[in-house]
């Protein structure tokens, strides 16, 4: 595969990612890698690869891709490329929590001076050099990098940097148990996606709804929580972000746990992983999700005591009986009993809950 054949297929793997096919997408950049007799398009191909593995969350294949790029960022013997390699390198340390290896990845980018593209990349490697001495609780110097990425984003014009900043401050803030700014900066992220964010990845507007709802949680604003963290959720689920979907869990938890309400905590992190294994065709661990999601089901009498099937499970029409016990409306409407079919109760007529 030649110069200009790899072009347009790195293209042609650009369009399907954005037409959110991701999986023809990487199939055309894997076939591109395979064939392509390109350094230079090869290099390009693998920037393609790492960030679509970042976006869906497989961290391992993310960091084997900037593992190759390294080597042919050598081959091409081209600083800028190398120091685009090293920050890959770096990102990827920083997603597996090798917060060390992305340190010392990121000095030594930062060392690698007098080119155009490193100049560019400064804001980027601040960041990562931040979260990772976040990840470390070195919590001063995070902030020096988290400042120095923001000034680098706000010099540049770069909106899309100054969002992924805003979110890992939003996450700075909540460590630090200061609420307030932990809200402020993650809103700061999502304001920037709605008024630059159209040609985005979905990406940004899913972490930034995330720490939105971790912040909202903390205030004890449970409702905005919940709605933010559906957001996440749900475009999580459709790009299948796994280390997101796993964040969205354990905040639907915390939120229900806020709530005192843990039956019903578990009911819907049950659901949810029964959505997610569904998807994965993961048959075993769909079997466990299905059988503890109808044990809760059993233990809070969450079911229709007419047709046996669960309630909550998704949106229908509901009517309760003055005994309190509810039940699907269509069931009521086709049974015509006079009587609640759970206690016998007699009920001269419906309740208005």
């Given at each position: 595969?030649?110069q200009d054949q790899t072009k347009q297929q790195i293209e042609k793997g650009l369009h399907l990612y954005q037409s959110n096919q991701t999986e023809k997408a990487l199939r055309v950049w894997m076939r591109v890698l395979e064939k392509?007799?390109?350094?230079?398009?090869?290099?390009?191909?693998?920037?393609?690869?790492?960030?679509?593995?970042?976006?869906?969350?497989?961290?391992?294949?993310?960091?084997?891709?900037?593992?190759?790029?390294?080597?042919?960022?050598?081959?091409?013997?081209?600083?800028?490329?190398?120091?685009?390699?090293?920050?890959?390198?770096?990102?990827?340390?920083?997603?597996?929590?090798?917060?060390?290896?992305?340190?010392?990845?990121?000095?030594?980018?930062?060392?690698?001076?007098?080119?155009?593209?490193?100049?560019?990349?400064?804001?980027?490697?601040?960041?990562?050099?931040?979260?990772?001495?976040?990840?470390?609780?070195?919590?001063?110097?995070?902030?020096?990098?988290?400042?120095?990425?923001?000034?680098?984003?706000?010099?540049?014009?770069?909106?899309?940097?100054?969002?992924?900043?805003?979110?890992?401050?939003?996450?700075?803030?909540?460590?630090?148990?200061?609420?307030?700014?932990?809200?402020?900066?993650?809103?700061?992220?999502?304001?920037?996606?709605?008024?630059?964010?159209?040609?985005?990845?979905?990406?940004?507007?899913?972490?930034?709804?995330?720490?939105?709802?971790?912040?909202?949680?903390?205030?004890?604003?449970?409702?905005?929580?919940?709605?933010?963290?559906?957001?996440?959720?749900?475009?999580?689920?459709?790009?299948?972000?796994?280390?997101?979907?796993?964040?969205?869990?354990?905040?639907?938890?915390?939120?229900?746990?806020?709530?005192?309400?843990?039956?019903?905590?578990?009911?819907?992190?049950?659901?949810?992983?029964?959505?997610?294994?569904?998807t994965k065709e993961q048959h075993q661990e769909l079997r466990d999700h299905v059988v503890k999601f109808h044990e809760c089901v059993e233990e809070m009498e969450l079911y229709c005591g007419m047709c046996g099937e669960s309630i909550?499970?998704?949106?229908?029409?509901?009517?309760?009986?003055?005994?309190?016990?509810?039940?699907?409306?269509?069931?009521?409407?086709?049974?015509?009993?006079?009587?609640?079919?759970?206690?016998?109760?007699?009920?001269?007529?419906?309740?208005?809950?």
């Open positions: 595969m030649g392509s007799a390109d350094p230079a398009g090869r290099f390009r191909v693998l920037s393609c690869l790492i960030t679509a593995h970042a976006e869906m969350g497989r961290y391992k294949d993310m960091l084997k891709f900037a593992v190759v790029q390294i080597d042919t960022a050598r081959e091409l013997e081209d600083p800028d490329f190398l120091t685009e390699s090293y920050l890959n390198l770096a990102r990827s340390n920083e997603k597996l929590c090798e917060f060390q290896k992305t340190i010392s990845y990121c000095k030594t980018c930062l060392n690698m001076q007098g080119t155009t593209v490193s100049l560019q990349l400064n804001g980027q490697v601040s960041l990562s050099m931040g979260n990772a001495f976040l990840g470390l609780s070195i919590f001063q110097k995070a902030l020096e990098c988290f400042e120095k990425a923001l000034r680098y984003a706000h010099n540049n014009d770069d909106k899309m940097l100054e969002c992924r900043v805003c979110c890992s401050l939003g996450n700075f803030y909540t460590q630090i148990k200061d609420y307030e700014k932990a809200l402020f900066f993650p809103c700061k992220a999502a304001e920037l996606v709605n008024d630059y964010g159209k040609g985005w990845s979905l990406k940004y507007r899913a972490m930034s709804q995330y720490h939105m709802a971790v912040a909202y949680r903390k205030l004890g604003r449970l409702a905005d929580a919940m709605d933010c963290c559906e957001e996440s959720m749900k475009i999580a689920l459709q790009h299948g972000d796994r280390p997101l979907q796993a964040l969205c869990l354990l905040c639907f938890a915390d939120i229900h746990r806020s709530r005192r309400d843990v039956q019903l905590g578990l009911l819907k992190l049950h659901c949810l992983c029964e959505r997610i294994y569904r909550g499970e998704k949106n229908n029409q509901l009517q309760a009986l003055p005994c309190s016990h509810f039940f699907h409306l269509k069931c009521l409407q086709t049974n015509g009993t006079r009587g609640c079919p759970n206690c016998r109760r007699l009920s001269v007529k419906p309740g208005y809950v």
